[in-house]
């Protein structure tokens, strides 16, 4: 399908529909957050919610953006440049030509903030109990940023004069420049945090004296920054071979003395790439990197490789060094040998194995060694090592980030062995929050509590990509005399940013950035927040979309403020509520069960797909099923399949069937002959509705909509026709398609009951139509359904493709 | 808001001592908080209704209390007069999603399919005479339980038709009729129950009906008790199936063939036995099958226990409960079988059991069935007259 036929099909509906009113949507409530968010917020190891902010970017609404940034990065100058960015790895933008430059797109929105951001208000009341941190890498900063703005007093540890760890010591200013650091770290210490600098845990303080100055809990967060050793001959004695991450250190602490000449460096990660650049900028004349096996198992971004080689640096790669060559004390050089790959290890990499007979020299007058990370042990005290430690990094329980010292976590390189920064920062999330648990209910995460209970969804991709823009991909500045150290890395102007963040495909479900929710004037949202974490995260909710009316723009040349553009499919809109002024409104996302008429036949936790329902008994009263409200889903089907009326629906209240009825029958209790409704009874995702003018013959008609079709009883059919409807339809998505799984089939059960009883109550059977539709049917179809005027139109053309976007 | 203060005086509640002999009789009073005598000391209805809502909706209407009340309350006339006067919101959604109240509204259209009556064309019905077979939910059950539960309650209707036949008599079916009303009225929608009456009454008294049989303890019990408020000068004679059939015993109409079920014991419908007094003639009926021998529960006849719940008005914990012990205790009798004359009982027996097998609990090992369809499948083989003779008189051997 060429992109020419969709755009015009797609302009041939706007101009079709100028004639329309503003639909009547039928919906209840909603929450998005049900299914998977788009891919790239999936990929964030910290949660960063991308699509919103690079939605948010191409409206060239950048303070907004970097807000929905800092609600899960508290360092985003420091990410935008130095992420690997798993995000654009996943990026569907790849498949029509590359993937958005988000990281650029975060780097842009962090450098656009001129001045400091209000400084970030708790959003629990200030705690009684207090957190140390020691360390002030990204994981420390991270999980104390959130615990204080969780209400603790967390006073963070800092062994050197300057906060940031690896961030100041691992890498270096051309790629991450002093002022952001200082800028970013500043800013996050705004949340009410102390940062105690020059404090070695170990020598200057013991931990066991740190954890009695009345911590509740400590965190340790403190890297893993001892450089392993090659374990080759000649190493210790010579003062030519140094540890690549000590290096790193004395040089982004000022010290500019030239390393030497030929430098040669070892390992492949990005301690080595960067101490190789580093040297280079210290005016060697010549680096090379020895690595021992591929390139493409480089373990340092690509990015970063492909700049290195453009500096001049080396890759020599299956080599590995034997022996340290050396005259007296002086260095001379290496003797290398040439590897091969064998089976596969653990990592499921191949392991190099050693060419007999293949050695050779390599001169060099400095080695930098990066070839692994240890954690330094000094601060724990001795008899503490064996029990805290695995295999030179700290111990924890991967679920809760405890150590077997209660009340103490680790996170972290410590923890994890040498990572990104990403990775560090999710770390510091995670263990904020197993901090968090820990002291409000003096147990820690459990397993369940990470469990996302998300139902994967497919999205569709627009037919045609909304901007034909190749990515803009930052310059990269040449190294020049005397800018040696200046950032390497160039800044996308606005205008190429905002051309950028327009290349998004918008994936996925709505991005719930919750921009929209202080900013919505007339009050189209509803939040929802999810009952049980006890309001620790802020803001945590679900938008709903609520009964009303929406005005949804299709004219392309219209961006609302919602960005309602056609290719948007309009699931992924916000809708919309109650009357202006009204205060938002608070409605649980799940189904309840009425206890009193729970017979315990467990037939709704048989059917229940997210295992959401147990059968439980209380101290005054049989069993009976309980709906754990962290895992229900809302999806109603134990309402359609509870034989006593104990299971109630989502968000609903008992009376929600008559009110729906009401609607269609305009409030009579039977319908008029010359006014009796063709009712629709329709999922929620909106699928196949348009079937009803095929079968309504005139009627008006009026369309229910359910959370899924699942919920079906043969009581409402019968109800239907008791009260005088024309006749009814019911259409869902089809068996494989439906998100909960078995709706379909569950809902065919009830109609096919239906089909029996009707001919004893002198109806025909095929009173009861069904459309099991393989497509999601978008809005233009309900169009046809809510507006009359349409009907006739469709009967005529009757070719649905016709009214698809 | 009706009258309490008549309600009380019709229905005798005004009368109650607060004695509490109800409360040793009721099945629920025994698991649940319940208590009948807290509900009839309502002083102010306006308050208080609400209050007791609960327990008003509750109620088994089983009239196990009215056994004992030494005051001759009639209990369940009271619960259901109240009723009607329950707002709307304080309603609890009836089972099944309230299928059976809302297919038992009178439509338009009334012609029931009657196919299931085809499906033996060995049935003879006719277009007239005085006797009719009131068929009631029968189908409409097979419908909306026969792919749940293993239950074929249409097949009562078949066998009660059969049994007919053998004693001569082809009943009429009337196309017309609808659901007897007996779920609407006792959940309080009598003036849905006041319209299905008079659809009936006028469809059997059109056809010159005069004696109507019943296969449904409840269709038994609301034709004969509450339908003649209707009725006027029509005043049909209504039997249950058993009623009819026992009577016929003496006078030798009837007989059984030998059946290999030994023992099987009976449950009292509510509606049959306490509401309308008719406890001998099924027992007749049952000792009258030859190889049959009927064994009596711990809690039979006045004191028989509730299948749990009546006219699928309220089904909760305790209707679970009281399904489980009564089959539990049908099965102490050592009965092979538990015959009961009403399909409801039928349905919720099967319904717990079903349960009990789903859940992969160890089911109750007793089978439950309908006393009419127990009775047509022990009828003698109709044609030549060759009596099959029990395998014990074989043994004692036949001097010819």
Redesign the interface.
Known sequence: MSAVANVSRAASYSLADTSLVVPEIQSEPLPIRLVQPAPCTQACPAGINVKAYVSLIAESRYDEALAVIRQRCPLPGICGRVCPAPCELVCERRAVDAPVAIRALKRFVADYETEAPEPPSPFRKKAEESVAVVGSGPAGLTAAYDLALAGYRVTVYESENHPGGMLRHGITAYRLPRKILDREIETLCRAQIEIRTGCRIGVDLDLEELLERGYDAALLAVGAQLGRHLGVEGEEKCAGVEDALAFLGRVNNGDRTPPGSRIVVIGGGSTAVEAARSALRLGAQSVDILYRRYREELLADPEEIAAAEAEGIAFRFLVTPARVITDGSQLQGLECVRVGLGEPDSSGRRRPIEIPGSQFMVEADRVLTAVGQEVDLDFLPAEFQPRLLDKGLLSTDSTTLMTSWHGVFAAGDAVSGPATVIDAIAQGHRAADAISRFLIHGRSLRAEDLREPCMPVEYELPDTSPIEAMRAEPKLRALKPGREFTEVEGRLSESEVVAEARRCLRCGPCAECRICAPSCRRRHLMIQRSGNNGGQRNGEGVLLRTPGTIALSLSSKQPTRGRLLPEIRPRNLLEIGPQEGEPIEILPVRARIHKALCRGCALCADVCPFDAITMVMDEDSPEHARIEAALCRGCNLCAGICPTGAAIPTALSPEWWNSKLDDCFDGELIAEESDQPYVVLACQRRVGAAGAALYSKGSRVEVIRFRCVGQLQVGMLLDLQRRGASGVLVTGCQNERCRFGRGARLAADQIEITRTILPLLGVDPDYVQVDWSSERRTDPIDRVIDNRVLTDRVLTESSRETWQI | MADLAQIRRSTGAALCLECGKCSTMCPLAEIADFSAARVMSMQDPEAELHGHA?AIQRCLTCAACEERCPQGVRYTDFVRSLRPELP?KVR????????FQ??A?P???????WDWLEADDGLCVAQEGEVALFVGCL??FD??F??QLEVETVEIARAAIRLLNRLGIEPVLIHEECCCGHDLLWRGDTDAFETLAKHNLAAFEARGIQHILTVCAECCRTWRTDYPEFSGAYQPRVEHLSEFLAARLDRDELSFRWSSNGAVTYQDPCRLGRQLGVFDPPRELLRAVPGSELTEMKRSGRDALCCGTAGFI????A???LQTERLASAAATGASKLLTACPKCLIHFHCAQQ?DH??QRQPVAIEVEDLTVFLSGALEDPGPPTTVEPPGAQQGGDPS
Not at chain 2, 107 to 113: A, E, K, V, W
Not at chain 2, 314 to 317: E, G, L, N, T
């Open positions: 609960d709307a609890d959604p009836s089972p099944h999603g309230e299928v809302i297919a509204t439509r338009n259209g009334h012609s029931t399919d189908p409409l419908a909306y026969g792919p309220r089904c909760d914990a209707s679970r409960q349960e789903r859940r």
